[in-house]
């Protein structure tokens, strides 16, 4: 019998037409597209997981899925007859071998997240996919002061979305900042772990103290009050992005 393999894939992926990466019947999904092209490119193969689910609209830059197999096709092999059947909007960066016991979703040790607002004022219908795009000014130094405080452990159920059902709130963020390049905000924030919605509720939330609705130090009582209701809005697919997960 062929040796077992655990194949890692490392995916980038335009999440404009997607419904999120976890399988839906009916729906089109990331997972669904990449399961439908590995039973096109080899015979067998099991156990396909992702380091994160992302949400409908979110986009991927360095997506890790793996599943196990007992083809004997050779990395290079797979990585480039998987794009030749994937869809337009998902790439293979790379794929490679790595140890049975490798699990992308829980041996990941942080997942890095940027989240684009775009502040331009030149409202383009080529950008609304994959940035926010807001006519307002933004209070950048507010912004920046409020996402500092949020580095640490703390508890994030402030920010988390409903219909979670996970067993902490707890999760460490090492780093959250921002940074402004050619009319364009970009968050950065990585973690061990994000709450359901988490990064996206920060931003919606950051946004605020952007506009000068609420005041940077207010970023910690939100913290502290444990209530989704003191949190800000929920900010837009789109403009999110899973840059990359670190082992």
Known sequence: MPVLRNIKLTISYDGSDFRGWQYQQGCRTVQGVLEDALGKIMPHYSGLVSA?????????????????????????????????????????RSAEDVELGFHAR??????????????????????????????????????????????GEHDFSSFMGSGSSVKTVQRKVFLSRMFVKGGRIYYIIQGNGFLRHMVRNIVGTLILVGREKIDPAEIVEILNAKDRKKAGPTAPSQGLYLVGVNY
């Open 52 to 92: 994160g689910r992302t949400d409908s609209g979110v986009h991927a830059l360095g997506q890790v899925v793996n599943f196990f197999t007992r083809s004997s096709m050779d990395t290079g092999v797979i990585k480039k007859a998987l794009n030749s059947v994937l869809p337009g909007d998902v790439y293979v």
């Open 106 to 151: 829980f041996m990941a040790k942080s997942k890095t997240y940027v989240y684009i607002i775009d502040t331009t004022q030149d409202i383009s219908p080529f950008v609304r996919k994959y940035a926010l795009q807001v006519s307002y000014r933004l209070d950048i130094r507010g912004m920046e002061a409020a996402a500092q405080e949020l580095e």
